[in-house]
């Protein structure tokens, strides 16, 4: 059975009043499996599933790769991966680490896997997936200088992984538009089966030839030009029509007490992807402004 079959469907994994439930979302609110009827305003979400990995694409989108001088069409995608620790949810906070002030929100949509994957054929790949979800694959731009382009600490850090508010399923999210916004204003917007070089078939079977997917497993599908770096007390929220909207809030975090290792840069490359054509805003941010 196909991820595009049926009625749409979205599941949410909540808190409710201190417990935790699987709940079905309608225009009425959330239904929990055991039958009662509950407002989305007294529930705290979870992320809608429970992933043994992450998996990334870099640069799918056309318009992210021609922003960043691609030339041409990629003939194959590569892959970075987000540690499981880095996940977060729907209201979850964006947490930007003292001393840092490259934070940059990436929406993203996530296709969630449904059963164990391998060495699958290209057309049975749809049929491998339990649904969709929203994601935000935000970064640390301020770290791209090191661990040798892995960006492990880019995209790994705590909280740089939220995801949700629910798993859907019953849709077919080529026709589905993805807009980021910030406070409200548009600041990303792709149509899905549009502007992916790969789409979320190719990335699933390819992945499959070499690792083993397994139920919860993650696999993000790139973000469309025009990623930025925020401020503390923005809003991010991403929105995939027929799927749902992730809403999230930057705030700042502690200063590492570690004084080692790698520290943030305000390197032309940080700046380059951080701030991205933006020269004239790159010629005026950002490290002479105190962080916090």
Same mark, same amino acid.
């Not at 077919?172 to 993805?178: A, E, F, K, Y």
């Given at each position: ?111 969630? +896997?449904?059963?164990?994957? *391998?060495? /699958?054929? !290209? ?5 491998? =997936?339990? $649904? ?71 990335? +699933?079977?390819?992945?499959? *030839?070499? /690792?083993? !997917? ?5 696999? =993000?599908? $790139? ?70």
């Amino acid at each position: 059975m196909s991820v595009f079959d049926g009625p749409r469907l979205e599941r949410r994994r909540i808190i409710f009043r201190g417990s935790e439930y699987w709940a079905t979302s309608s225009e009425s609110g959330l239904t929990l499996d055991d039958g009662r009827l509950v407002e989305e305003a007294e529930v705290k979400h979870l992320p809608p599933c429970s992933p043994t990995k992450i998996i990334c694409p870099h640069g799918n989108y056309k318009s992210r790769w021609f922003e960043f001088g691609g030339k041409g069409e990629p003939t194959e995608p590569t892959y970075f991966m987000k540690p499981i620790s880095s996940l977060n949810c729907h209201d979850g906070q964006l947490i930007r680490p003292g001393g840092h002030v490259y934070l940059n929100y990436e929406g993203e949509l996530a296709a969630v +896997v449904g059963r164990v994957t *391998r060495n /699958i054929r !290209l057309e049975d790949a749809w049929d491998h =997936l339990a $649904g969709f979800t929203v994601a935000n694959d935000a970064g640390l731009q301020d770290m791209r200088d090191t661990d040798a382009g892995s960006m492990l600490r880019v995209k790994g850090a705590d909280t740089l992984c939220p995801v949700g508010p629910g798993l859907v399923s019953g849709v077919d999210i080529r026709s589905s538009v993805l807009t980021t916004y910030r406070n409200g204003q548009i600041v990303q917007q792709a149509n899905i089966g549009e502007d992916m070089w790969f789409g979320v078939d190719y990335l +699933v079977a390819d992945i499959a *030839r070499h /690792i083993t !997917l397994v139920p919860g497993d993650l696999v =993000l599908t $790139g973000t469309p030009a025009n990623s930025r770096s925020v401020d503390l007390g923005d809003i991010i929220e991403v929105e995939i029509s027929q799927v749902g909207r992730l809403r999230n809030e930057v705030v700042g975090g502690e200063v590492p007490q570690f004084l080692g290792g790698h520290k943030p840069l305000d390197s032309e490359e940080s700046r380059r992807i951080a701030l991205g054509n933006d020269d004239g805003v790159a010629k005026e941010l950002h490290y002479n402004k105190k962080s916090t």
